[in-house]
Each structure stands twice: as structure tokens, then as C-alpha cells.
């Protein structure tokens, strides 16, 4: 069995003062292993955005722990960490320079090949459309760029680091099914080894993967394959009946 690289133990986030604290995740546990594919969904405010930015240490746990390859994340230097996480958010941030600036933003010394390869691997294939390709200048946070655009920009930023985890929240909800499914195939097929967490709200982007976790009100409502959880005809069953509108998969 592959070691383990990611554990979450115990795990609470509490917003505000006590009178009127907001509790975002409520004693979560579980672990991940190495090179493994999580897919997590939950409804909104289910607490899928917090833990995320739990595990890059955006923000510290009131209680409980985020273990990065056995050591907690508090114990590593912010930068040391988040060298090791390539992660994309739900507001996708990019910067007034080139493509080519924007992809290699995190290793600047990244060869131009492998800034197209890693373009590529994210369907980014409109930048060879733009007037300069990929010295085209884009606009702070990507003025000029579709939802989409920015999106592919992004996946492809946080993948050119190589990163031994990346997490991707809800990356591909701007993009159409079929270049969605082509970015699936393109993770799936990474030239390095990469433990992947994807939040989504579709369960297109989450049903191969190894196994999947609901939240709900900040708990593990449901966890196990696609397959599993369609046969507990729960959370997840739901969405995707409702996603796809037929219950053919359903046991």
C-alpha cells in the first residue's frame, strides 16, 4: 500500500467570537495516500473551501491537524509548503504579465517547452490563438480572459511546479464537458507523482476518482468510490441523478 502524504485529524474551524462563532468544519478525519485521486463535493458552506485552504495553512485549525508527509503543517515553513502544493481557488488570480509569465509564475526559470506542455495538459490551446501567443500581455486578474481562460491558465500555473499535491477547487466549472473530461485524462496521466484533491460541483469531475468525499454542515456525510455511494442513494446519488438525469447506474 502507498504511504500516506496527507492527513486530517480532528479537524475544526470555527469563524468569530464565541457568542457568535460559525463552526466550518466540525471534527473531520481522514487520510490520503500517496498518488491517490480525491474528489470532494458538498453543497455550499459544506466547509470544502476551508479545508483546502486548511491544508496550503492559509489559515491555521482551531483544532485537530493537518499532517503533510507525517509532519504538521504548522511545523513547516509557509513557503517550504506551499512549494510542495499546487493549488488553484474558486477566484482565479492572475497577474498583469505575459501567459508565459502567468504559467511559470512559480518556477521562473521554466523552460518555454515546458510551459506549452503544461498549457497543453490544462486544453489551454486558445493561447495559440491570441495575437502574441504566449507573450501576449493579460490584464490584472485576467482582464480580456473568459471564465474558462483563466481557469486553464490557473490549472496549468499550478501543475508547472511539479508539485508532489495538488488541489483543485472546482477548476473546471467555467469549461464544457468534453474539455473537462480531456483535462481528467491529461491528470490522470501526469508525467510525475501527484496526489490530486478536486472539489467540484459536478459529478463528472469527481466520479473516477479513487474515492470520494461529501460534506455536509462541515462533517463527512458520505466517503467511498463512485459506485458506492450511488448504491447508498444519498447526497451523491442525488446529484448525480440530477446532473444526468437518469438512474441507469443506480443499484
Not at 90 to 98: A, I, N, Y
Amino acid at each position: 500500500m502507498s504511504r500516506i502524504i496527507l492527513e486530517i485529524e480532528s479537524l475544526y474551524k470555527t469563524y468569530g467570537e464565541k457568542e457568535n462563532a460559525a463552526e466550518a468544519l466540525r471534527g473531520i478525519s481522514f487520510q490520503v495516500y500517496q498518488g491517490e485521486f480525491l474528489g470532494i463535493m458538498g453543497s455550499s458552506g459544506s466547509g470544502k473551501t476551508t479545508l483546502m485552504n486548511l491544508i496550503a495553512r492559509f489559515y491555521d485549525a482551531s483544532e485537530g491537524g493537518v499532517y503533510v508527509d507525517g509532519k504538521n503543517v504548522k511545523d513547516y515553513e509557509p513557503d517550504v509548503l506551499r512549494a510542495n502544493i499546487g493549488m488553484t481557488t474558486q477566484e482565479v488570480l492572475l497577474f498583469s504579465d505575459t501567459v508565459d509569465g502567468n504559467i511559470a509564475y512559480g518556477k521562473s526559470d521554466l523552460p518555454f517547452e515546458d510551459v506549452k506542455n503544461f498549457a497543453h495538459l490544462a486544453s489551454a490551446y486558445f493561447i495559440e490563438k491570441m495575437p502574441e501567443q504566449y507573450d501576449t500581455i493579460i490584464g490584472e486578474r485576467g482582464v480580456g480572459l473568459s471564465g474558462g481562460q483563466k481557469q486553464r491558465i490557473a490549472l496549468a500555473r499550478a501543475m508547472a511546479i511539479r508539485p508532489p499535491i495538488l488541489i483543485l477547487d472546482d477548476t473546471t466549472s467555467a469549461l464544457d464537458m468534453e474539455t473537462e473530461a480531456e483535462i481528467q485524462e491529461n491528470l490522470n496521466n501526469l508525467d510525475f507523482e501527484c496526489t490530486k484533491l478536486i472539489i467540484a460541483q459536478r459529478t463528472s469531475s469527481a466520479r473516477y476518482a479513487d474515492r470520494i468525499v461529501i460534506l455536509e454542515d462541515g462533517r463527512i456525510k458520505e466517503c467511498g468510490t463512485h459506485d458506492e455511494l450511488m448504491k447508498q442513494r444519498g447526497y451523491y446519488y442525488e446529484i448525480y441523478t440530477l446532473q444526468n438525469g437518469n438512474e441507469e447506474e443506480a443499484v
